[in-house]
C-alpha cells in the first residue's frame, strides 16, 4: 500500500493493436513489466502494450483517478493533444 505522501503517476500506453490504455499506478516501470507479463488489466491481457507514451505525476491517488478518468472520456485525438502536452 502506497504511503499517503507517495505521489501517484497516470500513464499512457500503446497497445499491439494501435490503441491506448490509461491507467494509474506509484510504480509505472513496475506496472507495465506486470502489463508485459500479462498480469495487468484486462485489456492489456488481450492487447499487450507495446510503449508507455506519457506519464504525469500526481500528489495523492484521488487527483490521479479524476485525472484518468477524465482522459478516458476524451477521443483519440484529444488523448493524443495530451501526449503532446506530457512532453
Do not use: N
Not at 490509461?22 to 485489456?43: C, E, M, N, P
Not at 499487450?48 to 506519464?55: D, G, M, R, T
Amino acid at each position: 500500500m502506497a504511503r499517503p505522501d507517495t505521489p501517484w503517476f497516470l500513464y499512457l500506453l500503446e497497445c499491439r493493436d494501435g490503441s491506448y490504455y490509461a491507467g494509474i499506478s506509484t510504480d509505472v516501470q513496475a506496472r507495465f513489466a506486470a502489463h508485459l507479463a500479462g498480469k495487468g488489466a484486462r485489456y492489456t491481457r488481450a492487447r499487450p502494450p507495446l510503449q508507455i507514451l506519457a506519464v504525469r505525476q500526481y500528489p495523492d491517488r484521488a487527483e490521479a483517478s479524476r485525472a484518468e478518468w477524465q482522459l478516458k472520456q476524451q477521443p483519440r485525438a484529444r488523448k493524443l493533444a495530451w501526449l503532446s502536452e506530457a512532453l
